[in-house]
T-cell receptor, first 112, second 110 residues
């Protein structure tokens, strides 16, 4: 059974810092990995999707990497801003099972 | 135009009642899902429907029943509500592997 772990559970950084969020998964037979952002009381916003054949994806200040063999992904946020404060969720879709398994999230706070 | 919309956004009800949460999508994709986010913010799959057919049922109590009247809708009916059903319920749609989520329905059972 797939398990997804995110470290750290919470992170507080001053504005302008570069930061890395970590995600690990136990079963490397994945179809894709997706990073989401969730603001308090809101739904999930998809940030980046990495197919199993890809190594990374970039969108603006965000860069996500995937190492399927070691079961790891990182989300890199450059030049963090207070508006980046949210919970970041990592989710994997297993091969043959069209549903996402989520990590418990990293709660990020960027101090102005 | 919201791709995935849920109603209501908030639902407060007493134990033992029966309630429904509606979900509508305009992405035109076949596969729709219900996820549950508990008090610890952990998101878990409940159901998956593809073209009105149940694909995944993750050991959810049979008090929960998804109903898909057509490809654009997947409603969640909950019978005999219990305190432990309090959570945020999210509807989602997958389009070409990317998942799109609704804004969630916060259910509080009192």
């Amino acid at each position: 059974k797939q398990e997804v772990t995110q470290i750290p559970a919470a992170l507080s950084v001053p504005e302008g810092e570069n930061l890395v969020l970590n995600c690990s998964f136990t079963d490397s037979a994945i179809y894709n990995l997706q990073w989401f952002r969730q603001d308090p009381g809101k739904g999930l916003t998809s940030l980046l999707l990495i197919q199993s054949s890809q190594r990374e994806q970039t969108s603006g200040r965000l860069n996500a990497s995937l190492d399927k063999s070691s079961g790891r992904s990182t989300l890199y946020i450059a030049a963090s801003q207070p508006g980046d404060s949210a919970t970041y969720l990592c989710a994997v879709e297993d091969t043959g099972r069209r549903a996402l398994t989520f990590g418990s999230g990293t709660r990020l706070q960027v101090q102005p | 135009d919201t791709a995935v919309s849920q109603t209501p956004k908030y639902l407060v009800t007493q134990m033992g009642n029966d309630k429904s949460i509606k979900c509508e999508q305009n992405l035109g994709h076949d596969t729709m899902y219900w996820y549950k986010q508990d008090s610890k913010k952990f998101l878990k799959i409940m159901f998956s429907y593809n073209n009105k057919e149940l694909i995944i049922n993750e050991t959810v109590p049979n008090r929960f029943s998804p109903k898909s009247p057509d490809k654009a809708h997947l409603n969640l009916h909950i019978n005999s509500l219990e305190l432990g059903d309090s959570a945020v319920y999210f509807c989602a749609v997958q389009l070409n592997t990317e998942a799109f989520f609704g804004q969630g329905t916060r259910l509080t059972v009192v």
